[in-house]
Nanobody, 126 residues
Framework: QVQLVESGGGLVQAGGSLRLSCAAS????????MGWFRQAPGKEREFVTA????????YYTESVKGRFTISRDNAKNAVYLQMNSLKPEDTAVYYC???????????????????WGQGTQVTVSS
């Protein structure tokens, strides 16, 4: 069992930066691939980025490439999302998720994840 708690959201002007953190409790964090998803009002939850449980491989959705960076620190049981050059369309609730020893194209699919955090709000003003 893994519990995930996101933090670091807030209100920022367009062009600004935020760093989201996701703290995990439980055992064997290093054996989980970790993903970030987001959900804007009236829209479905969408994949943002993910990092593999082994090798540190990453995926990014096209709209955030070059602006967002995912990283993880297994010693701290944490995964991070550095968001730069934020745009109003990045406004959403951001969720981290954990997927047990799985990687591949399923990393982009919300249903493949086993555990979810409660989300943190990111609002980008124009």
């Amino acid at each position: 069992q893994v519990q995930l708690v996101e933090s670091g959201g807030g209100l920022v002007q367009a062009g600004g930066s935020l760093r989201l953190s996701c703290a995990a409790s439980g055992r064997a964090f290093s054996l989980y691939s970790m993903g970030w998803f987001r959900q804007a009002p009236g829209k479905e939850r969408e994949f943002v980025t993910a990092i593999s449980w082994i090798g540190g491989n990453t995926y990014y959705t096209e709209s955030v490439k070059g602006r967002f960076t995912i990283s993880r620190d297994n010693a701290k049981n944490a995964v991070y999302l550095q968001m730069n050059s934020l745009k109003p369309e990045d406004t959403a609730v951001y969720y981290c998720a954990a997927d047990w020893r799985n990687w591949g194209t399923t990393a982009r699919v919300a249903d493949s994840y086993d555990y979810w955090g409660q989300g943190t709000q990111v609002t980008v003003s124009s």
